[in-house]
């Protein structure tokens, strides 16, 4: 296939285009500098664009980091600008063109704050800032969908590996052995393992039959206490020190808040098509995450 990806120089990004060429597919990336050779396209998000003659697929995962800053009603703009402008343009020119398939990311912060419900991708959207967020940003495909393409939406949950995201920014603590729990330790965490996310996006693009809304989610949700206490044991430290909400909040603003949100999200459309997860449980893909490197 000849793909093209926005969104490719990101912790996902990387690694899913080196998956994808190691895979035989042909895979053209969306910069906003000069393009440095055929591989690239340059690209203002603002503006329409016209893709690559023959392209198969496009795969869209720009957007900024939710946790990169303190949440200022500036950033905040940013965070949801960044997802839904390149979404809405990437869509049209995708209608435009008759692309058969575009893979765009989501976020698993669609459901909002459930507690201990589980949530499929039946379940309703929250009425947080991020299920708002996830919610526009699902809404800027439609151009695409309506013009016959096949939509697959990612709603991503917390990749794990050392190396970037959810897990990177706690490694410092945990190895100091001053990581602990967050809280009473009892919102659910939806991890996966950045292994079976890259799989799974490669198995979205070359499976029909998933469309719509896809739970980028491990196949056994924990609790943070329960996570906390595995990611300890793999780093053979302590994880005996609480880490209360002021704190976060102190450092994170507002933000902060959304670290204590509890998601007890499945992956019932990856699992209905089939997909073998690599990593089924949390220590599994915690194991991977600190050993294992990422695909370059």
Not at 37 to 61: C, H, K, M, Y
Not at 103 to 108: E, L, Q
Not at 142 to 149: F, T
Request: aromatic fraction near 8%; hydrophobic fraction near 45%; charged fraction near 20%.
């Amino acid at each position: 296939m000849r793909i093209v990806v926005a969104g490719a120089s990101g912790f996902l990004g990387q690694p899913l285009v080196s998956t994808l060429r190691s895979s035989g597919h042909e895979v053209v990336q969306l910069v906003r500098r000069p393009a440095a050779d055929a591989s690239e396209r340059q690209w203002d998000p603002a503006e329409p664009i016209r893709l690559p003659e023959g392209t198969d697929a496009v795969v869209n995962l720009c957007g900024v980091g939710v946790s990169d800053r303190r949440w200022t009603d500036e950033y905040q703009a940013l965070i949801l600008s960044s997802r839904v402008v390149p979404t809405a343009t990437l869509a049209r020119a995708v209608a435009a063109q008759r692309v058969p398939i575009l893979i765009n990311a989501s976020g698993v912060g669609y459901y909002g704050d459930t507690g201990d419900r589980e949530v499929t991708e039946l379940s309703p959207s929250g009425d947080d800032f991020l299920a708002g967020i996830s919610r526009h940003w699902e809404q800027a495909t439609s151009p695409a969908a309506a013009a016959g393409a096949r939509v697959s939406l990612l709603r991503t949950g917390y990749p794990l590996h050392r190396d970037g995201g959810f897990l990177k920014a706690q490694l410092v603590p945990f190895k100091m052995g001053i990581g602990g729990r967050l809280g009473n330790g009892r919102q659910w965490v939806p991890w996966i393992s950045l292994f079976d996310w890259l799989a799974a996006t490669q198995f979205i693009l070359d499976n029909d039959q998933v469309e719509g809304p896809v739970n980028m989610v491990g196949p056994a949700p924990v609790t943070n206490a329960q996570f906390t206490k595995a990611f300890g044991a793999e780093l053979h430290r302590p994880t005996v020190m609480p880490i209360p909400k002021a704190a976060l909040k102190i450092l994170y603003g507002e933000f902060g808040n959304e670290a204590y949100r509890s998601l007890r999200a499945m992956p019932g459309a990856l699992t209905a098509a089939g997909f073998p997860f690599r990593h089924r449980t949390v220590t599994q893909a915690l194991h991977a995450a600190l050993t294992d490197p990422i695909p370059a």
